[in-house]
């Protein structure tokens, strides 16, 4: 088998998975029958995600730089942590029948916590302390995996969030497509 293979098939699996997560999400959207209420208390939860996102999209630059600053001074994965706050509050807004909503954001906690998160803290580390050395490590032993350290790691690099990376990690595309699916529960709610 080549190197290449590996990678190959990677990207394959991480298509499969993207391709879920959008059938999952539009199968949310078509039998959702969201309320005001539920619109807006997912509201709070997706915008802040979305709110920590655009931030760290805004310090990070892939691999190349071990980036400390901005949100990544408290958690080494926020964009992790906003998507978790995405999915809690895209759940809650759709509001399914018997409360079906609750079990898709119960067995997305099971997959993201026993599967997706423990996976990228075994793949990511290991690329990162290789490629930044005893840097990482230091950060590493600092600041979370996910939920936010109460401290922030004392050395952030001076890096300022820029639009100019946030437009690289195609953050603003979330950013529209979580507009149009606002928009969306917010006209089944208006108009049951």
């Not at 050395?155 to 529209?176: F, I, K, P, T, Y």
Request: net charge positive; no cysteine; proline share 6%.
């Amino acid at each position: 088998m080549t190197s290449t293979q590996p990678n190959r098939r990677s990207k394959a699996w991480g298509r499969v998975r993207l391709a879920a997560i959008y059938a999952l999400v539009g199968a949310l959207l078509l039998r959702a029958t969201p309320t005001s209420l539920s619109v807006a208390l997912g509201g709070l939860f997706a915008a802040a995600g979305e709110g920590i996102r655009f931030w760290s999209a805004g310090h990070l630059t892939k691999t190349r730089e071990l980036v400390t600053s901005g949100p990544y001074r408290f958690s080494r994965n926020p964009l992790y942590l906003g998507r978790l706050l995405i999915f809690t509050g895209l759940a809650l807004a759709a509001e399914l029948p018997y409360r079906a909503n609750l079990f898709v954001l119960s067995a997305g906690y099971l997959v993201f916590f026993a599967y997706y998160l423990p996976r990228k803290e075994r793949v990511e580390p290991a690329r990162l302390r290789e490629v930044h050395g005893a840097a990482y490590a230091r950060y590493f032993d600092a600041v979370p995996a996910l939920f936010p350290a109460l401290r922030p790691y004392d050395q952030d690099g001076g890096r300022r969030w820029a639009a100019a990376r946030m437009l690289r990690n195609r953050e603003h595309w979330m950013v529209l497509a979580l507009t149009a699916i606002w928009i969306w529960l917010t006209y089944r709610a208006l108009n049951p």
